[in-house]
C-alpha cells in the first residue's frame, strides 16, 4: 500500500491549502475524534446498559443512560461546528487555489500557452482541482477517521477482552492484505481515466471552437468518431475501476460478515462458559464497525488519495512553470534618435529553425512602417518580439532611443497599442471591451474613442446601445464591428506606438473604407508598424519593408520598391492579377 506512495508530493498537495491548512487539520483531526470518540464511548456505554439490564442493577443502568445523553449531547453540539469550520476551510483553499492559477496563468509566457493545448490547460483547472477538493473533503477525512475510529476501537477492544480482539484483528488483516494486492491496479487505472478525461476536454474545447468550420467542411463525423473512440476509452477504464471495486468490496464485505458472525459466535460460547459477561461481547460487537472501517477502507481511501495527487502534480505543473520575466536582457543599437531600432536580430521559436535572422531596420518617430512578405517569413513573429511576447534570441533592439532591457515588459507594453488580425472581444458590453484600453475610463471617454473608430453610428444604432453584450469573443458582432471596437480600444490606450495586424479576411468595402478611416485617424502623431496582406492599405506607407525567410530583402516606398521589380513587384502583381479574377 505505502509502496508507490509519495510523502513529497502528498506535502505538496497539502501546502496547495497555503493559509488554510492549519484550519483544515485541526477542524479535520477534530471532527474525525469527536466522531470516533462518541462511537468508542456508545460501546462501553452498550457494555454497561446490558449489563445492567441483565444483572438488574438499576444504578449501572442509570449512569449508562445519563451517560449516553451526555456523549450525544455533546457531540451533537460539537460535531456540526466541527464540520462546519471543515468546510469552510476546504471552501476558502479551494476559492484561493483558482484564484492562485487563474492570475499565474495570466502570468505565464505567450511561449507557455502557445505549445499547451487550452482544453488540456482547462482540464487542469476543473478536473484536477475538483480530484483535489475531493482528498480534501473525502479521501483524507475518511482516512483519518479509519485511522482514529479504528484504531480508537482496537485498543477499546483489546481494553474490553484481548481474545475476542485478536479473532477481529486476524481477519482484519486479512481484509487489509487483500486490499493491498487490489491498490496498485486501482491507482494504476484511476491514473488513466484521469489522463483520457484530459484528453476528452482537449476534444470539447476544438469542437467548440471550431463548429463551424466542422459544418462548412462537414468534418463532424470524423470529430464524433476520435470523440467517440476517447469516450469508449473511459468507458472502458470505467468498467475495469468498477470490476475492481466490486471485487474487492465484496470479498471485504464477506471478511466484515465472518468477523461479526465469528465475534459472535465465540463471544457466545464463552458467555455461556461464564469466561465472559454479554454486555463485554456487545461492546466488542459494537467495536467491530471501527475496526472493520479501519481494515476494509484504509487501503481503499489511501488508492483515492492517490489519484488526487496526480491532479495536484498537474496543478504544480502550472504553478511551477516559469513566469514571464520582468525585462529582457537585451542591448540597445545606439540610436537615440529613432522610435524602433533593430540591429541583427535574431529569433528562433524551437532553438533550432531561425524565423527571424539578422534583422535590421529603423522606424522614425511618427512613421507609418509596413511589414510585407510571403507566408511565414516572420512578419507575425516581429510583432511578437516588439510585444514582448517573446526574448529575441540574439541582436539588438531600441524602443523610443532606450535598450529593450530598460524596459520592464509591461512599461514596453504601456508604449504599445495593438490592433490584432482577428479582434478578441471578452464577454461583457460594447462598453467595458472598449473601456479595456485605459484603465477608469469614463463612459465620455469611451464614446469619444468609439466616434474616432467610426463606430459610435453603429453602437448607437443597437437596442441597447454601448450595453449591449457582444457574446463570447464578440460572436454577436460582425467582423468589421469588432475591429472597430478594437481601434477605439487601441485610441483609448493612447500609446506612442502602434502595432497592427491587418485582418486577412476581406471585409466588404463600406466597413473595409470605415476601418482604413479610422485606423489613418489612430495612426496620426504616432509610430505605426502594419502587417499588410493587402498591398493596397499601404501605398502610403512612409516605409515599406520587405521580409523573406526572416530577413528584410527589400526596403523603400511603395513606388521605389515597385521600380527595384524584386520580391514586393512580385508580390503586387501576383495580388493585382487576383484582383482581376
Ligand atoms: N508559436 C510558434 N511556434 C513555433 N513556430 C512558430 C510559431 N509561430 C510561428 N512559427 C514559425 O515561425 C515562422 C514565421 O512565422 P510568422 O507567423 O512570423 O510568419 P508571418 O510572416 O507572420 O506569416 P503569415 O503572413 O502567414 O501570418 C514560420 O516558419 C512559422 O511556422
Aim: aromatic share 10%.
Amino acid at each position: 500500500m505505502f509502496k508507490n506512495w509519495n510523502f513529497p508530493e502528498f506535502f505538496r498537495m497539502m501546502s496547495l491549502m497555503q493559509r488554510q491548512l492549519w484550519n483544515y487539520l485541526i477542524t479535520l483531526f477534530l471532527i474525525a475524534g469527536i466522531y470516533s470518540a462518541h462511537m468508542i464511548l456508545l460501546a462501553f456505554i452498550n457494555e454497561r446498559l446490558l449489563n445492567g439490564a441483565i444483572s438488574g442493577d438499576k444504578e449501572l443502568l442509570t449512569s449508562a443512560i445519563v451517560l449516553t445523553c451526555v456523549v450525544l449531547a455533546l457531540a451533537c453540539i460539537t460535531s456540526p461546528l466541527a464540520m462546519y469550520l471543515f468546510d469552510l476551510a476546504v471552501h476558502r483553499a479551494l476559492t484561493h487555489l483558482k484564484l492562485r492559477l487563474f492570475k499565474k496563468i495570466q502570468e505565464l509566457p505567450v511561449s507557455y500557452l502557445e505549445k499547451r493545448h487550452s482544453g488540456d490547460l482547462i482540464s487542469t483547472i476543473t478536473n484536477d482541482v475538483n480530484s483535489v477538493e475531493q482528498a480534501y473533503r473525502y479521501y483524507l477525512y475518511l482516512l483519518v477517521e479509519a485511522f482514529i475510529y479504528g484504531t480508537g476501537s482496537t485498543i477499546a477492544m483489546f481494553v474490553l477482552d484481548w481474545r475476542l480482539s485478536m479473532l477481529m484483528v486476524v481477519l482484519g488483516i486479512a481484509s487489509a492484505y487483500v486490499t493491498t494486492k487490489y491498490a496498485g491496479p486501482l491507482r494504476e487505472i484511476g491514473d488513466k481515466v484521469q489522463a483520457t478525461m484530459s484528453d476528452m476536454t482537449v476534444q470539447w474545447v476544438d469542437m467548440v471552437g471550431g463548429f463551424r468550420l466542422l459544418k462548412v467542411f462537414k468534418i463532424s463525423g470524423f470529430v464524433l468518431e476520435r470523440f467517440g473512440q476517447k469516450n469508449e476509452a473511459i468507458v472502458a477504464h470505467n468498467i475495469e475501476k468498477i470490476r475492481l471495486d466490486s471485487q474487492l468490496k465484496g470479498i471485504n464485505y464477506l471478511l466484515s460478515i465472518f468477523s461479526l458472525i465469528g465475534v459472535f459466535v465465540v463471544g457466545s460460547f464463552m458467555a455461556a462458559s461464564g469466561q465472559i459477561d454479554f454486555g463485554t461481547v456487545m461492546g466488542i460487537v459494537t467495536l467491530q464497525n471501527g475496526v472493520a472501517f479501519l481494515f476494509l477502507n484504509f487501503g481503499n481511501f489511501f488508492t483515492n488519495l492517490q489519484g488526487s495527487l496526480a491532479g495536484s502534480k498537474r496543478i504544480y505543473d502550472i504553478l511551477d512553470a516559469e513566469s514571464e520575466p520582468e525585462r529582457y536582457n537585451i542591448p540597445g543599437t545606439g540610436d537615440g534618435d529613432e522610435a524602433i531600432a533593430l540591429r541583427g536580430l535574431d529569433f528562433s521559436y524551437d532553438g533550432r529553425k531561425k524565423a527571424l535572422q539578422g534583422l535590421t531596420f529603423d522606424i522614425h518617430p511618427d512613421q507609418m512602417a509596413a511589414l510585407v512578405g510571403p507566408s511565414g517569413s516572420g512578419k507575425s513573429t516581429v510583432i511578437k518580439l516588439l510585444l514582448g511576447f517573446y526574448e529575441p534570441t540574439g541582436g539588438n533592439l531600441s524602443i523610443n532611443g532606450r535598450p529593450l532591457s530598460a524596459y520592464k515588459l509591461e512599461e514596453l507594453r504601456d508604449q504599445i497599442a495593438y490592433v490584432p488580425q482577428e479582434a478578441f472581444l471578452f464577454e461583457g458590453t460594447i462598453e467595458e471591451n472598449i473601456a479595456q484600453g485605459r484603465l477608469g475610463a469614463t463612459h465620455d471617454d469611451v464614446v469619444r474613442v468609439a466616434k474616432l473608430a467610426n463606430a459610435h453610428e453603429f453602437i448607437s444604432d443597437m437596442s441597447e446601445g454601448y450595453a449591449t453584450r457582444v457574446g463570447e469573443r464578440g460572436i454577436r458582432l460582425s467582423g468589421g464591428q469588432r475591429q472597430r471596437i478594437a481601434i477605439a480600444r487601441a485610441f483609448l490606450r493612447d500609446a506612442p506606438i502602434l502595432l497592427l495586424d491587418e485582418a486577412t479576411s476581406a471585409l466588404d468595402s463600406a466597413s473595409e473604407q470605415l476601418i482604413q478611416e479610422a485606423l489613418q485617424t489612430l495612426m496620426k502623431g504616432r509610430t505605426t508598424v502594419a502587417i499588410a496582406h493587402r498591398l493596397k492599405t499601404i501605398e502610403h506607407a512612409d516605409v515599406i519593408f520587405v521580409v523573406e525567410n526572416g530577413k528584410i530583402v527589400e526596403k523603400g516606398t511603395h513606388q521605389e520598391l515597385l521600380k527595384q521589380e524584386g520580391v514586393y513587384n512580385r508580390l503586387h502583381n501576383m495580388q493585382f492579377a487576383e484582383s482581376l479574377t
